[in-house]
């Protein structure tokens, strides 16, 4: 998902021109770009120009936070909060296309330069944080705001920035702000040296296969696929699979040879666990640091520390969500796999389900039980295709459409570029870039971000969001078009959710626009979206066969629906499994041995013996690659109770009915945190929350 803009980078205070052109005329960064829309100039940025923007930015906010500071005027919004939207102008503009790339585009002559840069980002952040002076000022206007003739929405940007100051340690002593500095800046390390480890243990592992009879079971995108790569690393004539989603999910889910499955699962789930890349002593060192660093903010432990920031409140109130999902998830896996044992047993099979048989056996109950061959499915879901239902669905709900901008800036040849603009009157709403295929600079999953939010920048001016979807999707293969499988659909859908709550924003501020929100609100979006992928009026309307160009048969479409909540017991253990795995680590002291406390921790809860977290400790990125999601990977689950309550309503209405659709539009998407997410969400749905529409919705009730 997103990385949500922090305070010390955010970008009405600025350098003047001929400061800037002193610096360096040629850098990109160091001026408003002039691009359409303020688009990136990407073909003119190079990595040399990273670093020098990005000491060039600190400068610029060294001086416009001395301007905040000194200032003798009695502190009001408009002279200590409103500048604090747009610290840096040019911080902003380096660090949101260097934190793109860190993820999307990370070559070895980036990944060195990022090891310089990250320290003084984060640098950057420490001395905007937890500057005392400007603390107090914030505080002076947070204590006054009742007094103050603020709209509501500004009051609540107060009170936001005062939170958001608080929380990262604003209010400490000298004394323990030096020690908070010091645990950030070697937790920062500690992350990049993840994620490095991770990307790199990734691109090392892959199978070789020689016999092509070995390939049976396998669609035949996969093999050419495979070849394609093979032939990329001089292998002609062979056949090689990665531990990328697009080689590695087809193999585990069609390959009939069980030694070739059992390859790639220990491959995938052995990732990053041993040799040089081996991320186990970085957990380690990362928990102990996270204990430390809860200690100085003045809590019991990390979980505690982040669990206070969001609705659950404790990590007791995340547990006790979390199991009473959990329970009833495990006991439909065992239904689950009971059923894979029988056809195990009836072919003579002759061994008991492993994890590697859990997608090749589910795949083949799935065809028992409701006929339904995904291989036959993905003829109708070409990438094309997708795209132009998602873009129909959203035209029709919110009235937006998606223009193609061919001869926009882009990093890679492959990205496309979409000018987002009101169906009716033409006006732009946002840009919208999308970047789908796998490539060794690329982290895996798919996620969405912003280069650009909407909301009040330097000089008074309005602008409007840039934001972006990333995948690692199914490349073309052969003569054949990218055709996802049903998971990449509902993944295109669930990210481009994420990407219309920054797309139709309507906040007025940066720091609450867009999803500037909760993080155990912010995923409700992007899976309410995933609804429309495969309702049957949408899928009519998009599912074309990528040879005939026929819609997708009715007898297709019952056949997916009634497989809807088919395999949510694995589905629904591995994730609830993988969010208790994560409170557990963020209650810990200290971890010695990571993949002991892991097994503890799958003994502890009950976790099927056939059944893995859904990332395991050594490639937990969401939890060990940054702090995004630390002690907070429930908050999926809890979106997606509102997500099942209010979905629930479009079911009862219709679809695509315009009052709910506006009223869901208005809310939700446009409203981001100008409002408390609770009261927003009553206000569309028309009462508090219920957790039993997330039974409901996964067949558990």
Not at 130 to 151: G, M, P
Not at 258 to 263: N, V, W
Not at 576 to 582: I, N
């Amino acid at each position: 998902m997103n990385r949500f803009a922090t305070v010390a980078i955010g970008a009405i205070l600025a350098a003047t021109p001929l400061q800037i052109m002193a610096q360096d005329s040629t850098n990109p960064f160091l001026q408003p770009y002039t691009t359409k829309y303020g688009i990136p100039p990407y073909e003119k940025i190079k990595v040399s120009d990273f670093i020098p923007a990005i000491k060039a930015g600190i400068e610029e906010q060294d001086r416009n936070l001395s301007a905040i500071t000194r200032n003798r005027a009695l502190p009001d919004f408009d002279n200590t909060i409103l500048p604090l939207e747009n610290l840096s102008p040019i911080l902003e503009r380096v660090a949101s296309v260097f934190y793109h790339y860190e993820s999307a585009l990370s070559t070895p002559e980036f990944a060195a330069m990022a090891e310089e840069a990250i320290p003084l980002l984060n640098e950057a952040n420490n001395k905007v944080n937890l500057d005392d002076a400007l603390f107090q000022r914030i505080k002076a206007v947070y204590d006054s705001r009742d007094k103050l003739k603020l709209t509501p929405v500004q009051k609540r940007v107060v009170e936001k920035y005062y939170r958001m100051f608080a929380e990262q340690g604003a209010a400490l002593s000298p004394e323990k702000k030096a020690e908070l500095v010091k645990v950030n800046d070697e937790l920062s390390k500690l992350f990049i040296q993840f994620n490095k480890n991770l990307l790199a243990a990734t691109n090392q592992f892959t199978v070789v296969v020689y016999d092509k009879a070995d390939l049976a079971g396998l669609p035949e995108s996969s093999v050419a696929q495979a070849a394609d790569e093979a032939k990329k690393r001089g292998l002609d004539g062979l056949w090689v699979f990665t531990l990328h989603a697009p080689s590695r999910l087809p193999v585990l889910q069609y390959a009939d040879n069980r030694g070739l499955r059992e390859a790639i699962y220990k491959g995938y789930t052995s990732l990053a666990s041993t040799g040089e890349n081996s991320n186990l002593p970085v957990i380690s060192q990362i928990v102990k640091l996270r204990n430390e660093k809860a200690k100085i903010m003045g809590f019991d432990n990390f979980a505690k520390m982040m669990t206070s920031r969001v609705m659950a409140k404790t990590p007791e109130a995340a547990t006790d969500l979390l199991l009473s999902v959990f329970e009833p998830a495990v006991k439909r896996s065992h239904e689950e796999v009971a059923d894979m044992q029988a056809i195990v047993d009836a072919e003579g099979g002759g061994f008991k389900i492993a994890p590697w048989d859990y997608y090749y056996y589910a795949d083949k109950v799935k065809k028992q039980k409701f006929d339904l061959d995904e291989n036959q499915v993905r003829e109708y879901f070409s990438l094309e295709n997708v795209m132009q239902g998602l873009f129909d669905t959203t035209e029709r709900l919110y009235g937006i459409k998606m223009v193609p901008m061919n001869d926009a800036p882009k990093y890679m040849d492959e990205v496309q570029v979409y000018d987002v603009v009101d169906s009716k009157t033409g006006e732009h709403v946002a840009v919208w870039m999308c970047d789908y295929f796998p490539r060794d600079s690329k982290r895996q999953g798919a996620w969405m971000e912003q280069l650009q939010s909407c909301g009040i920048f330097e000089n008074g001016e309005t602008r409007r969001p840039i934001v972006y979807n990333v995948g690692n999707f199914s490349r073309p293969a052969g003569d054949m078009p990218a055709l996802l499988t049903i998971d990449e659909v509902e993944t295109t859908y669930h990210e481009f959710g994420h990407a219309l709550q920054s797309i139709l924003s309507r906040a007025p501020y940066k720091s609450i626009a867009g999803t500037n929100v909760d993080r155990d609100y912010v995923e409700m979006c992007s899976q309410m979206n995933e609804h429309w992928a495969f309702e049957p009026e949408a899928l009519k309307r998009y599912a074309k066969h990528y040879k005939t160009g026929e819609a997708i048969p009715d007898s297709l479409i019952t056949k997916l629906n009634a497989a809807g909540t088919f395999n949510q017991g694995f589905t629904t253990t591995e994730l609830a499994g993988a969010a208790l795995l994560d409170l557990k680590y963020g209650a810990e002291a200290e971890v010695e041995d990571v993949m002991a406390f892991e097994k503890k921790v799958a003994d502890e809860i009950g976790m099927p013996e056939e059944i893995t977290f859904r990332y395991r400790s050594p490639y937990f990125k969401h939890i060990f690659g940054d702090d995004g999601y630390a002690s907070g990977y429930y908050t999926y689950l809890w979106s997606q109770v509102l997500e099942a309550d209010a979905w629930e309503l479009f079911k009862e209405k219709g679809i695509f009915d315009k009052k709910t659709a506006d009223s869901f539009k208005k809310n939700i998407l446009e409203s981001g945190d100008t409002e408390d997410a609770l009261v927003l969400f009553k206000r569309f749905r028309g009462h508090e929350p219920d957790s039993n529409a997330l039974l409901r919705l996964r067949g558990f009730e």
